[in-house]
């Protein structure tokens, strides 16, 4: 599972981060947020409290200031993975999948596709793939892909068998482990 933060929908990521599950990854999205260091931190600590993952969203300078584990490329940066891999082989890359064509980007551990179904947030003006599509998408890639967009309680069961390697989200995971 990966918990995807968001300015606005997640303003105290951190108290989300540290009520997952054991192992749960966290991907900072702070995009360009003046406090993106202090909670870069907070997160930091929750997720190693909780034996999880952090990646940085694109920002490979914050990742290191932090001690993430990685860092997690919009569709648009998926070429700098090579460049990053080069620079720390130890992190953990993923990227965004919004187009067949992403599949085929080197030099990362894992993709997230998106949006899978009906979304909010940034994925709100992009059609919904369907599980059909990310079904199709899981046969031809080379990596793990996680599905995110849309996915709540209720369509969550529909992601068995399709390949998937685990769930992403940022409203429905808040609403299942955040304070509120």
Do not use: K
């Not at 952090?54 to 584990?69: F, Q």
């Not at 030099?107 to 599980?131: K, N, T």
């Not at 849309?150 to 992601?159: F, K, M, Q, S, W």
Request: contains cysteine.
């Amino acid at each position: 599972m990966l918990f995807f933060t968001d300015p606005d929908r997640t303003p105290r990521p951190w108290e989300t981060a540290a009520r997952l599950p054991i192992g749960a990854g966290v991907v900072f999205r702070h995009f360009g947020r003046a406090d993106g260091r202090e909670t870069g931190l907070r997160l930091r600590d929750a997720t190693r409290d909780r034996g999880g993952l952090l990646l940085i969203g694109l920002d490979a300078e914050l990742g290191e200031t932090v001690g993430a584990d990685g860092v997690h490329l919009p569709e648009r940066a998926l070429g700098q993975a090579a460049a990053i891999r080069s620079a720390r082989p130890d992190w953990r890359i993923t990227g965004a999948a919004h187009a067949r064509t992403a599949l085929d980007a080197a030099d990362l551990d894992a993709l997230v596709v998106s949006p899978v179904f009906p979304a909010g947030g940034a994925s709100a003006d992009r059609p919904a793939l369907g599980l059909p599509t990310l079904t199709d998408w899981t046969g031809m890639a080379r990596r793990p892909l996680y599905a995110l967009g849309g996915i709540h309680g209720g369509n969550a069961r529909g992601l068995i068998g399709s390949g998937a390697c685990g769930i992403a989200g940022v409203s429905a995971i808040r609403a299942a482990f955040g304070p509120d």
